[in-house]
């Protein structure tokens, strides 16, 4: 198993549902590969505007807030552009309008790599999560073609394709400890995501130790794997 070589001349394109799933399942790797000096962007699906368990909140201040946590885990990964496609959170949809959307990106990005959720992973329950995976795989195979969407952008065949949250993994990602530090400083960009996602109440007297537990988490996860671990398709 070898890992991906990434130069200033790779470019890639990692693909999520929400803001903060990039970050969760490729961080590091973008990180590494943003260090090598390769040209990196994110497309995020939704507009996060399910992620609070606040029923009275602001919807429309959540997900500028949310669009603002992005742009800096964006910046903490190196990369170089987010692109946010504003779905409804919890509503996104793998129809042919949104797969036409996800295939302008894809040409105009003009990505050697993509990495997004993985379509097939069995038994899993968020709606996104799978319409993501699907969007990325369907878009993709809009992108390399002239007849699939004529008017959104010229052809672009990616040579590598990796999901994460794999039902299959079949490759790894080694990172140095540098790439995980930027992952963990990305996701906590993610401010508004502490307590519902990362488990860290600011409002508990607890908070220091649940933030330094969310980072020994993050850690763990990824030297049990030993890097981020993948399904690869490079047939495409
Ligand atoms: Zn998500």
């Not at 470019?11 to 590494?32: W, Y």
């Not at 590969?33 to 996060?48: I, K, M, N, P, Y």
């Not at 190196?78 to 919890?90: I, S, Y």
């Not at 990172?175 to 860290?200: N, P």
């Amino acid at each position: 198993m070898t890992t991906i070589e990434a130069d200033a001349h790779t470019r890639v394109l990692a693909i999520g549902a929400h803001p903060d799933d990039v970050e969760f399942g490729c961080g590091a790797t973008l990180a590494k590969w943003s260090r090598a000096g390769a040209h990196v962007e994110l497309l995020v699906l939704t507009d996060g505007s399910k992620g609070t368990w606040d029923a009275g909140h602001d919807l429309a201040a959540l997900v500028a807030t949310r669009h603002d946590e992005q742009r800096a885990a964006a910046h903490a990964l190196g990369a170089r552009a987010v692109h946010f496609l504003d779905a409804v959170d919890g509503e996104l949809e793998s129809d042919a309008a949104r797969r036409e959307e996800v295939c302008a990106v894809i040409r105009a990005a003009r990505p050697d790599v993509v990495l997004g959720h993985d379509p097939w992973k069995q038994y899993r329950l968020h709606p996104d999560h799978r319409h993501a995976g699907v969007l990325t795989v369907d878009g993709i195979v809009a992108a390399r073609d002239p007849h699939y969407f004529p008017h959104a952008g010229v052809p672009h065949r990616p040579t590598r394709l990796l999901l994460f949250e794999a039902q299959v993994v079949d490759h790894v990602e080694a990172v140095d400890g540098i790439d995980v530090e930027s992952k963990i400083d990305a996701l906590l960009c993610h401010r508004s995501q502490w307590r519902s996602t990362m488990g860290i109440d600011t409002g508990s007297p607890d908070a220091d130790d649940q933030l330094a537990a969310f980072g020994r988490r993050i850690r763990d996860e990824v030297a049990s794997d030993h890097g981020e671990a993948f399904k690869l398709i490079t047939d495409l």
